[in-house]
């Protein structure tokens, strides 16, 4: 459970390493614990996808 979702942050972190992984967490108020106790459900992956935008965005050096 909650795999998607915690790649996530790992995707976050290597963007902007836990400056990135901090703000994913304030954007989808869900810790990392937490996201991999949860279901990949489409509707948290969609609230993480439009979160991961913001922070491409924000640390944009490593985007891609």
């Known amino acids: 459970m ?3 979702l915690y790649d996530y942050f790992l995707r976050a972190e290597k963007l902007g390493s836990s ?3 901090m703000k994913l967490v304030m954007l989808v108020s869900i810790t990392t ?3 991999q106790e949860l279901p990949d459900s489409p509707e948290l992956i969609k609230k993480f996808e439009t979160a991961m935008k913001k922070i491409e965005e924000s ?3 490593k985007a891609n």
Do not use: L, S, T, V
Request: charged content about 15%; glycine content about 16%.
């Open 2 to 4: 909650g795999q998607k």
């Open 33 to 35: 614990g937490q996201a």
């Open 59 to 61: 640390f944009p050096q």
């Open 19 to 21: 400056a990135a992984r």
